[in-house]
């Protein structure tokens, strides 16, 4: 992570990505390397993780995959020090036992000049929220069979 102001920032976002078995295999990697490379967003942190059947959680090294042709390498040394091992921890409870997960906190450099003028004119974010697809899909769903719902 490069060095700047803190309140030259835009907001900072995270989310954890859970998929059965062992290892995600990199799919979304040149997506969010094309956002990084287009100034979209800046990739704080990315850590990767395995839960056992047993409920047993394991970091895997960015780094040891280097060489093994995963698209995950490219992250290695992707560390700003927001994630912390607490955080890790939080995100492990969410996940389902046999699966792996990415957690990822990105900054939406899109957002940083109104985060700033904002910011400049004595204004703060005071909350934030992000509505999950599954519950507009359900949404949709009853609208379309006629049945009220909310998100």
């Known amino acids: 992570m490069t060095q700047e102001p803190l309140d030259e920032m835009g907001p900072i976002d995270y989310a954890v990505f859970e998929w059965p078995g062992r290892q995600p295999q990199g ?9 990084a490379d287009r100034g ?10 395995v839960k056992g059947e047993d409920g047993t959680v394991a970091a895997v090294d960015l780094g040891d995959l ?12 992707a560390s700003s020090g927001l994630l912390a091992q607490d955080d890790l921890d939080e995100a492990a409870e969410a996940l389902a036992p046999g699966t792996s997960a990415a957690v990822l906190v990105w900054e939406n450099r899109w957002a ?5 003028a904002v910011r400049r004119s004595g204004g703060q974010l005071v909350a934030s929220g992000r509505i999950q697809i599954q ?17």
């Open 27 to 35: 799919d979304a990697v040149p997506l969010l390397i094309d956002l």
């Open 40 to 49: 979209i967003i800046r990739i704080l942190d990315i850590a990767l993780m």
């Open 66 to 77: 280097e060489g093994q042709g995963s698209a995950f390498e490219q992250f290695a040394g």
């Open 112 to 116: 940083a000049p109104v985060a700033v």
């Open 135 to 151: 519950a507009i899909l359900a949404a949709l769903e009853a609208e379309e069979a006629g049945t009220p719902s909310t998100l």
